[in-house]
């Protein structure tokens, strides 16, 4: 779980979906990083990642991380975005019995937890079928 201080720091590639690729090879990273780890270059550029992909594997989370013990159970896969890059992300708004490898899916902002009582709403990316 992020302290409040990282995820402000990270909210640019959270709320954004922003990456970098490098000016050499263009290899996109998300999040970014700050050397290429392909070429070793340090020229990298602001970039967006695609919003839509293929599922490539999925799991069903039946005993979470208390921050999502309200949210159980849920999927998580890792999507194949149409540029390459490959996220991990918890799949909502349909039933496990419809997800299938190789489904399409988008990107869409969503809150993901709340940290404690009163703590910060964390908000992040979730997939949804395209």
Known sequence: MPTPSRYWREIPQRYRFEANQCTKCQAKFFPPRLICPECKNKELEETKIEEKGKLLTYTIIRVPPHQYVDQA????????????????????????????????????????????????????????PD
């Open 73 to 128: 159970p849920f999927a998580v896969g890792i999507v194949e975005l149409d540029d390459g890059v490959k996220l991990t992300g918890q799949i909502v708004d349909c039933d496990f019995d419809d997800l299938k490898i190789g489904m399409r899916l988008k990107l869409e902002f969503r809150k993901v937890y709340q940290e404690g009582d009163s703590g910060i709403l964390c908000y992040g990316y979730k997939f949804v």
